[in-house]
Nanobody, 128 residues
């Protein structure tokens, strides 16, 4: 069974850090793009970062310089290191993976329809 499982969400104060994990089972992240999305109450799901199959990672402007993606192939896990957290970062964070190496067209990194596999989400709450 193909599955993505996120973990690491928590309640933290502004300025602190968290590391989220996304572990895959039933497939590997090879030749896929892996993204982190988030969704705050009442808002649309938005892309946070995308580690593309060519090795390039892109970030949303709102998290550049604060969030970093890394991966551990041996553990089949992708991480999202979040530093200098702000109350605006409060959301449910989702990990997602494509079922092919490339997007249908340019700019697909943060389009939800490009991703076939999704985790259940993990809650991040940042208090001021």
């Amino acid at each position: 069974e193909v599955q993505l499982v996120e973990s690491g969400g928590d309640v933290v104060q502004a300025g602190r850090s968290l590391r989220l994990s996304c572990t895959a089972s039933g497939f590997t992240f090879d030749d896929r793009s892996v993204a982190w999305f988030r969704q705050a109450p009442g808002l649309e799901r938005e892309g946070v970062s995308c580690m593309k199959s060519d090795g390039v990672t892109v970030y949303a402007d709102s998290v550049k310089g604060r969030f970093t993606v890394s991966s551990d192939g041996a553990k089949n896990t992708v991480y999202l290191q979040m530093n200098s957290l702000e109350p605006e970062d409060t959301a449910v964070y989702y990990c997602a993976a494509t079922d092919r190496p490339y997007f249908s067209d340019s700019g697909g990194e943060f389009r939800t329809e490009e991703y076939s596999y999704w985790g259940q989400g993990t809650q991040v709450t940042v208090s001021s």
